[in-house]
């Protein structure tokens, strides 16, 4: 069993916790929401980036907004974070650079 726990500003104390079983079974806190979801890819945004989950036959098993949980289980082969705005604010300054 793999955990990991950070806290990333000390100001809004968001603490994320990431389990991970056997590569079989991620445990997932601060969840805002699941974006999207297949067999092979899960992206769920959370309190500190989109995560991405990709594998092999992936289910989510629980879903709970009320707690900000997420338990997704299959053959997990990938963890991946990015910035919520990274992508928004890339598009943004590319559309200014056109039109001004």
Avoid: A, H, P, W
């Amino acid at each position: 069993m793999i955990e990991e726990r950070k806290n990333v500003n000390i100001n809004t104390n968001v603490v994320q916790n990431i389990v991970l079983e056997n590569r079989e079974k991620l445990s997932v806190s601060g969840v805002n929401d699941v974006l999207s979801f297949d067999d092979q890819v899960v992206l769920v945004d959370t309190e500190l980036g989109l995560l991405t989950v990709k594998g092999e036959n992936i289910r989510i098993n629980k879903l709970s907004l009320d707690t900000s949980e997420v338990i997704i289980e299959g053959e997990i082969s990938c963890l991946n974070y990015s910035q919520k705005n990274q992508e928004k604010s890339s598009g943004t300054s590319l559309l200014s650079k056109i039109f001004k």
